[in-house]
């Protein structure tokens, strides 16, 4: 009798643990290709962000080392002006490819 109820104790115990395991969530994936998507972009603007920021800072090195080797004042300022119109051209390379469209 004892053999019994152990028996039936164990056989229990084993579709018990099984049905949990099947009743419980399957583990998922929070992230979804739009979301994806929306973390490439953040991304792509961040990188053209810090490109223009360190194309600022470059620019205002530049002129003032031009000011101080008592350059032009014309001269530094357009020189200030073309490296922060090619940092941009830069970033916006890095944001949208060379093709215009987003990149993704």
């Known amino acids: 009798m004892n053999r019994r109820i152990r028996c039936g104790a164990g056989i229990s115990t084993v579709v018990l643990a099984a049905a949990v395991l099947l009743l ?3 583990p ?3 992230q ?3 979301m994806e998507h929306r973390q ?3 991304q792509n603007r961040d990188d053209a962000r810090a490109t223009r920021q360190a194309g600022r800072h470059d620019a205002r090195d530049a002129k003032q080392e031009c000011k101080d080797a008592s350059g ?3 001269e530094c300022r357009h020189q200030k002006r073309e490296m922060k119109q090619d940092a941009r051209g830069a970033a916006r390379d890095l944001k949208f490819g060379t093709t215009g469209e987003a990149n993704k």
Request: proline share 7%; no cysteine.
């Open 24 to 26: 419980s969530p399957m």
């Open 28 to 30: 998922g994936f929070s």
């Open 32 to 34: 979804t290709q739009g």
């Open 40 to 42: 490439n972009r953040r």
């Open 72 to 74: 032009n004042r014309i």
